[in-house]
């Protein structure tokens, strides 16, 4: 068979093969860059000895190195061609974690672990195994304060109320527990000031159901008609608050208005005091007239003090209404700023009852303030 033709080969090569004159300074320049790259592999590369490496194209059938025309260069086969160093990235990324372990544990121990440095050391903070009930009794004086002060305090009482909560509820551990809890009193404290939001939620959840029923809300058919006269009652009903607060009664031949003492309030605040999961009326301080928890007498709670949850009730029954004025229901969020003035118009108003309109209220709270049965 014959030989390919070697016309126009010289064309194809580099324009540094095609001069001899210059192979010379190629393989220096060449021999300096490898060297200075990949220092590890100069024993595999001798400028000395090897000429400018020309890509292999097989081995002949007799084995031997195929040289092309033109100058006589000596043919190396790829897999005698030096190869570059790979790095090893496991390698690498275990430096790396190694070195930031090594310095969060000298952040946190003090300790030079470059120098050795063995003077410095790690201080440790061990929790009492009844750490949680210190938690607890601040939990549960931070109720205490909110039922006392208001449901819808602003943020200066909030702070106020988490600090005195704090205070005195570890006041009364042990040495070991109060000196473990002023660890972490900042935290805590800020911790206490979202009871003030669990506790508005669990309530509004509530609201929501006595007002669709208390106030004849509910309608079994979406026609157009039922919800526009669902609608014009939520006007009417939030035209003026004494429409949904308040109640008049007959009392010996007279009509009394009692304040904050509809139906639909005062079967809400037996629910959220006595018949629900909260049992609210384990956080108001109330002057007990009858026998002990666990007997069959009055619990006469003081109506002062149930003037937060009076004045929050009749807050969370408007915003209630209001979610359904359209007819239909609105999904809407209780926010504070919105509602913090309707909120301070009805702390006003039970303010300035007078004696006969909160004894008449009274009334109406020794009827559902009574003992559950055992």
């Not at 000298?106 to 210190?134: C, M, W």
């Not at 039922?147 to 106020?160: D, G, R, V």
């Not at 408007?318 to 239909?328: D, H, Q, S, V």
């Not at 504070?336 to 209220?361: I, S």
Request: hydrophobic residues 35%; aromatic residues 10%; contains cysteine.
């Amino acid at each position: 068979m014959g030989q390919p033709s070697d016309h126009g080969n010289h064309q194809l090569q580099p324009q540094w093969a095609q001069h001899p004159n210059l192979q010379p300074e190629v393989i220096r320049t060449f021999s300096a860059v490898w060297s200075r790259e990949w220092p590890s592999q100069d024993q595999h590369f001798a400028s000395n000895n090897n000429p400018m490496l020309v890509p292999d194209s097989g081995p002949s059938p007799s084995g031997s190195v195929v040289t092309g025309p033109g100058p006589t260069q000596p043919m190396i086969p790829m897999s005698q061609v030096p190869v570059a160093p790979q790095r090893d990235r496991s390698s690498h990324i275990a430096k790396v974690s190694t070195r930031a372990s090594r310095r969060r544990l000298q952040a946190k121990s003090g300790v030079d672990l470059e120098r050795g440095d063995e003077k410095a050391t790690q201080t440790f903070s061990f929790v009492p195994l009844n750490s949680g009930d210190v938690i607890l009794a601040c939990r549960e004086e931070m109720k205490y304060a909110i039922f006392k002060i208001s449901l819808l305090p602003t943020t200066t009482e909030i702070a106020t109320m988490a600090r005195s909560s704090w205070e005195v509820a570890v006041n009364r551990q042990s040495a070991e527990l109060r000196n473990w809890a002023h660890n972490f009193r900042s935290s805590q404290q800020n911790n206490l000031g979202n009871i003030v939001d669990s506790i508005r939620s669990d309530m509004k959840d509530v609201a929501r159901l006595f007002v669709y029923f208390r106030y004849d809300l509910q309608t079994y058919q979406m026609s157009i008609p039922h919800l526009m006269s669902r609608g014009t009652r939520v006007e009417y009903l939030t035209a003026d608050h004494s429409r949904f607060l308040d109640v008049t009664v007959t009392i010996n031949g007279q009509t009394v208005t009692i304040l904050f003492g509809n139906p639909a309030v005062m079967a809400y605040l037996g629910y959220l005091l006595y018949n629900s999961r909260y049992q609210y009326h384990r956080y108001i301080d109330g002057d007990y007239t009858g026998p002990s928890p666990g007997g069959h007498g009055v619990s006469a709670l003081n109506v002062n003090k149930l003037r937060p949850l009076f004045t929050m009730t009749g807050t969370l029954f408007r915003w209630a209404l209001e979610e359904r004025r359209t007819g239909t229901v609105v999904d809407s969020e209780l926010w504070v700023k919105n509602n913090r003035e309707y909120h301070q118009t009805l702390v006003e108003r039970f303010d300035g009852m007078t004696p006969q309109q909160k004894a008449a209220l009274q009334t109406l709270v020794d009827q559902i303030a009574t003992w559950p049965l055992n």
